[in-house]
């Protein structure tokens, strides 16, 4: 790691892409070094975290304009990655994405520092923003797409609003992950939920469905 | 306020309930005259209640186990009361109970003290318990009976397990109230999120339905 940092002070723009890899590996891994020790995110300068990774400050400047930016990508990069979309059908790909949702929240209670990491990144208005634009955001519009193939396809209803039909399908594996860390999240959850919620909470053949 | 609370000093055990009430409220608003003057939960110490609320710390300790309990009695006393429900369908019961939901979110958003107090309570994990223990958990548990009546009336499938049909209903609506600060609350979005998880996602005459 201080190696890596080292040779990055002689890095010019024109290096290309390895070198350059390699410092900001180093540069998050220090940040995950000092939230494993336990430093408070409100501890974490980037004066600290550039001694910890042994690089100058304006290498990290270079890279991240503030503290948060850089946090929120370590957060991302210690979270499950993004899911593969199969593809083979808006189901699928919900499936897809609910996985991914409960395969973090798992992670979120085997992993103390991931839990701390999230407490802490709410306690912070300016890092949970940075973290909304730069993760759930995203995420969120890949729903909206998903679920409007859905519509094209016919596999989605489209008499109602699509924010509130991707509520419908999240909600309730959001509502497990982080708001009940009790719940179970099994194998399978992610399947029930979705074929669940499309094929209605009526009984099958009921009198009044 | 200060009267009851020093009328309460002399109270005696057979005195009944309404001076016991009164010193109750006194007690109660005292802490949220300290929570809108801006203290923390962390500087509300029951002495600092006695004081402001005009009464004993005994009097307080007769009521209360701790500060803890007592701030979870305040935020409940805060927050919308429990829904009457209709009991003409489960339907009915269930979009009365998303609507005590939609009107906390609406509250917290206005009510900068109520915001304060969620965020409050959420750092300091023994308030966090006891708040799940003496509001939602009970919630949850009216929750699984409205779903079990309609399950016995046919209203619901009953092949899915309760514990994933409640969060299905109620997951939608907390998404967007506790983890959606920006998303719209409009009237009839119980309704909607009601009659859209009954009847099912899928189109109503889709090809693969």
């Known amino acids: ?17 390895p070198r350059s890899e390699a410092v900001e590996r180093a540069i998050v891994e220090g940040v995950m070094k000092l939230l494993e020790d336990g430093v408070p995110l409100a501890e974490l300068s980037i004066e600290r975290i550039a001694r910890t990774a042994g690089v100058g400050k304006a290498t ?27 593809g083979t059908s808006m189901r699928d790909d919900l499936v897809a994405v ?5 395969e973090r929240g798992l992670m979120s209670r085997s992993s103390v520092l991931l839990h701390n990491v999230f407490a802490q990144m709410k306690s912070s208005p300016k890092v ?13 519009r890949l729903q909206y797409e998903i679920l409007r193939r859905g519509q094209a396809t016919g596999e989605l209803r489209s008499d109602v ?27 399978g959850l992610s399947e029930q939920i979705v074929d669940t919620l499309l094929s209605g909470l009526r009984p099958v053949s009921s009198p009044s469905a």
């Not at 990290?60 to 979309?85: M, N, T």
């Not at 609910?98 to 409960?102: A, K």
């Not at 609003?161 to 009790?182: A, E, N």
Request: aromatic share 6%.
């Open 128 to 140: 949970w923003k940075a973290y909304h634009t730069s993760v759930v955001d995203p995420r969120r």
């Open 161 to 187: 609003d699509i924010d509130v039909l991707s509520d419908c399908f999240v909600g309730p594996m959001l509502l497990r992950t982080v708001m009940r860390p009790d719940a179970e999240l099994p194998e």
């Open 60 to 86: 990290i400047y270079r890279r991240w304009p503030g503290k948060e930016e850089l946090f929120v990508d370590v957060v991302r990069q210690a979270e499950p990655a993004d899911p593969a979309l199969p």
């Open 98 to 102: 609910l996985e991914q949702l409960r």
């Open 1 to 17: 790691m201080n190696l890596a940092g080292r040779e990055a002070a002689s890095e010019g723009p024109a290096r290309g892409r």
